[in-house]
């Protein structure tokens, strides 16, 4: 239940109570996001550049977070919100699963900004938890079977598989693209939902979000080496669910 007040031992951070116990979110409404199935995965402004060390500016934004500046967080959320709710979609599948999820980024932000030491840009670290996040949630939904259950209508269902011709594997990277009037978004979605989570992310890190080798590294953990050899299988992963749903080849 809202409470009213900060009373001690809470903050408040954009809206929501934050303490050991307790969080409140008060996020935008879900309903004024785009639909899921249609979300915006392209493009990155300056502020999500994850290349490179932290300026002068970002250096003095951390400084006020660290000091549990309201306004601060505020502004973090602002920044952050929609480009986190977009990834953690992507990593789960399920509306109700990245709604809670991105709120749930946001309070660990919050929590653990105290312990980051600035040996990456704010955003990078921002990601990484996402991701971390993610990935456990999966393996707790997949033990308890109920990590494929999507909110998408059957495929058979959809329009009939003769439209979509000369399906690409572009087309699949960038699902949203309309492929001679269908729209294979949804199936990919479903494809994605259905990597192991050691494969899920960093694909969806490089071919969703479109971030660098380097990039995914600094998010995962995982040398340089071993990033590029988990996007190779789990594209060719994704690539045989996709074919295997739209009855064709891709090229």
Not at 13 to 42: F, H, M, N, Q
Not at 190 to 199: G, M
Request: with cysteine; aromatic share 8%; hydrophobic share 40%.
């Amino acid at each position: 239940m809202p409470r009213s007040g900060n009373p001690r031992g809470t903050a408040a951070v954009a809206g929501w109570v934050v303490s050991e116990r307790e969080t409140v979110p008060k996020l935008a409404d879900p309903a004024s996001r785009d639909d899921a199935g249609e979300l915006p995965i392209y493009g990155r402004d300056s502020f999500w550049d994850l290349s490179g060390s932290m300026d002068d500016a970002e250096e003095r934004f951390i400084l006020r977070l660290r000091q549990h500046d309201e306004r601060a967080f505020n502004e973090l959320v602002e920044l952050y919100e929609q480009r986190v709710f977009r990834l953690v979609f992507r990593m789960l599948g399920r509306r109700d699963e990245a709604e809670d999820m991105a709120q749930e980024v946001f309070v660990q932000v919050f929590k653990a900004i105290g312990t980051f030491r600035g040996d990456s840009k704010l955003s990078t670290w921002v990601y990484r938890i996402a991701v971390n996040l993610c990935k456990n949630r999966i393996k707790y939904l997949s033990r308890r079977h109920d990590g494929q259950q999507q909110e998408l209508e059957p495929v058979a269902e959809r329009a009939p598989l003769s439209e979509a011709k000369g399906v690409t594997y572009g087309d699949v990277a960038r699902p949203d693209h309309m492929v001679e009037g269908f729209q294979v978004e949804r199936i990919v979605q479903v494809c994605i939902a259905e990597l192991d989570a050691d494969f899920r992310d960093v694909l969806v890190l490089r071919d969703v979000e479109d971030l660098s080798y380097e990039e995914i590294a600094q998010i995962t953990g995982l040398p340089d080496g071993t990033v590029k050899s988990r996007i190779h299988r789990a594209r060719g992963m994704l690539k045989s669910k996709v074919e295997r749903a739209l009855g064709e080849k891709i090229r």
